[in-house]
């Protein structure tokens, strides 16, 4: 019995193309797209783009001023919390921000930083109503829920001007968490 090479060498190149082809609808139809449709229908929501791997998701976002951001990650957990469960998710959030706004987030940060570590997270909002009272012109506001410190900076003069920034509340120690800061 004589074994032909190039039978066998079409028929495993074609059932790993049709594998991968597989994975890769799959992933792509089945868990990017809901994800990223829910995305883009949150209001406030410019554009999503969705990033998945077998341990992490990473959504990318392009945000206007005032989007909710704890609303828009409370309904993606409760409508595709399923599918990332089981991984890590990184937020990449278009920055948007003006030199007046990197110079507020430079005020608070450090303010914003202490209190995270030492738990005491009602001070990071008196921290920024501090410095929005100081600056008239800028929106400075903070939300939080069992996952995430939610800070929004935008300019009452400038509508495409803002900055958002996600921290994770139980980051891994000597890792300082995900931030996009």
Do not use: C
């Not at 028929?11 to 990223?36: H, N």
């Not at 998710?89 to 990197?102: K, L, M, N, Q, Y």
């Not at 008196?126 to 410190?149: A, F, K, P, R």
Request: charged share 20%; no cysteine; glycine share 6%.
């Amino acid at each position: 019995m004589k074994i032909r090479i190039l039978p066998i060498a079409l028929t495993a190149a074609l059932s790993l193309i049709v594998l991968l082809g597989g994975w890769f609808l799959y992933r792509q139809a089945a868990i990017e797209r809901p994800i990223a449709k829910m995305l883009q229908n949150y209001p406030g929501v410019t554009s999503a783009q969705v990033d998945i791997t077998q341990n992490g998701a990473v959504l990318k976002l392009d945000l206007e001023s005032n989007v909710d951001l704890r609303g828009m990650v409370a309904q993606l957990r409760k409508e595709e919390g399923e599918l990332l469960k089981n991984r890590s998710v990184v937020f990449d959030i278009a920055d948007h921000s003006t030199p007046d706004i990197e110079a507020l987030w430079r005020e608070a940060s450090f303010s914003v930083a202490e209190a995270m570590a030492n738990k005491r997270y009602t001070l990071i909002t008196d921290t920024l109503s501090e410095i929005q009272t100081e600056n008239n012109g800028y929106t400075i506001s903070s939300d939080m829920d069992e996952h995430y410190i939610y800070v929004a900076l935008s300019s009452a003069s400038d509508e495409q001007a803002n900055k958002y920034i996600i921290l994770p509340l139980h980051a891994a120690p000597g890792i300082g968490g995900q931030t996009n800061a």
